[in-house]
């Protein structure tokens, strides 16, 4: 069972960036897909992006393309997400979660066998 401990949220300006951290504790790390969602007050939670096992394949959603990068360290663990350019509709808590399915499904299905982290809070101020 993997455990993900996400970290590197907090207050940034309108147009600043910020990188999010997820460690994952388990030896099979490179056999996950891994993912990144956010919830924001009163909303359902969201997909972000998500990359495959090798990190060359990626999928984002519309609102984050050219301004998000998510990329992996499997030697370290370790997923992340750059954002930059960001905008006050970023703010939200951010999850790190893993699956053993193709990275593809993270974009419709975060049910049954998705791990998550406990959360990380991005606040963009404008």
């Known amino acids: 069972q993997v455990q993900l401990v996400e970290s590197g949220g907090g207050l940034v300006q309108a147009g600043g960036s910020l990188r999010l951290s997820c460690v994952a504790s388990?030896?099979?790390?490179?056999?996950?897909?891994m993912g990144w969602f956010r919830q924001a007050p009163g909303k359902e939670r969201d997909f972000v992006a998500a990359?495959?096992?090798?990190?060359?394949?990626?999928y984002y959603a519309d609102s984050v393309k050219g301004r998000f990068t998510i990329s992996r360290d499997n030697a370290k663990n370790t997923v992340y997400l750059q954002m930059s350019d960001m905008k006050p509709e970023d703010t939200a808590v951010y999850y790190c979660?893993?699956?053993?399915?193709?990275?593809?499904?993270?974009?419709?299905?975060?049910?049954?066998?998705?791990?998550w982290g406990q959360g990380t809070q991005v606040i963009v101020s404008s």
């Open positions: 388990t030896r099979s790390f490179a056999s996950y897909a």
């Open positions: 979660a893993a699956t053993g399915r193709p990275a593809s499904t993270f974009q419709t299905y975060s049910g049954p066998g998705t791990t």
């Open positions: 990359c495959s096992w090798s990190g060359v394949t990626t």
